[in-house]
């Protein structure tokens, strides 16, 4: 099984800062990874989908890169609905994810 | 607009059975595979099952394989989630969750708001 180890678990900024969120996998996993975002009582929606292509309906200030083991979210300049958890998830063999990062108001 | 509606949710004891269901509208049901993902209080998200959009494909995880049955109704816009002999460790919020094409591809593009279920004595 491959795990993902998403860090920082916690991040805390401000409304206009930007924010780098981390995903590393435990072997390759090409570029088949997704970002989803969880705000609290809600259903988690997709940002990104094979590394870095926006799904439909999300900002430009959220994009993802990287390959291979190592991947990043960005979100450019962040708004305050922005603050949520974010998880990262492979499927280029089955399908797990990342254990989340929580982005919190500084 | 893509719309699913968990129910079936509730207190159950262990050992007990449930059976969750998935309605859903604004999209062409029998074109996606579909999927249940499940999340425990304060806990992250794991993938339960999928199944391809002609049901001609199961997956399980191994937590819950054979224990657990996916079925959907494509004449209804339908999917269930039978889950048997149930835990203490399957209380979660289970999430119904539409894959991006008809063959499970585990990119899970829209998602119903869950129903809880709760497995104690």
């Known amino acids: 099984e491959i795990l993902l180890t998403q860090s920082p678990a916690t991040l805390s900024l401000s409304p206009g800062e930007r924010a780098t969120l981390s995903c590393r996998a435990s072997?390759?996993?090409?570029?088949?990874l997704a970002w989803y975002q969880q705000k609290p009582g809600q259903a988690p929606r997709l940002l990104i989908y094979?590394?870095?292509n926006r799904a439909t309906g999300i900002p430009a200030r959220f994009s993802g890169s990287g390959s291979g083991t190592d991947f990043t979210l960005t979100i450019s300049r962040l708004e305050p609905e922005d603050f949520a958890v974010y998880y990262c998830?492979?499927?280029?063999?089955?399908?797990?994810f990342g254990q989340g990062t929580r982005l919190e108001i500084k | 607009e893509v719309q699913l509606l968990e129910s079936g949710g509730g207190l159950v004891q262990p050992g007990g059975s449930l059976r969750l269901s998935c309605a859903a509208s604004?999209?062409?049901?029998?074109?996606?595979?579909m999927n249940w993902v499940r999340q425990a209080p304060g806990k992250g998200l794991e993938w339960v099952a999928g199944?391809?959009?002609?049901?001609?494909?199961?997956y399980y995880a191994d937590s819950v394989k054979g224990r657990f049955t996916i079925s959907r109704d494509n004449s209804k816009n339908t999917l269930y989630l039978q889950m048997n002999s149930l835990r203490a460790e399957d209380t979660a919020v289970y999430f119904c969750?539409?894959?991006?094409?008809?063959?499970?591809?585990?990119?899970?593009?829209?998602w119903g708001q869950g129903s809880l279920v709760t497995v104690s004595s």
């Open positions: 998830q492979q499927r280029s063999s089955w399908n797990t």
């Open positions: 199944l391809s959009s002609s049901s001609y494909s199961t």
């Open positions: 072997q390759s996993v090409s570029n088949d």
């Open positions: 969750a539409k894959d991006h094409a008809a063959a499970a591809v585990w990119l899970f593009d829209s």
């Open positions: 604004g999209f062409t049901f029998s074109n996606y595979a």
């Open positions: 094979d590394a870095s």
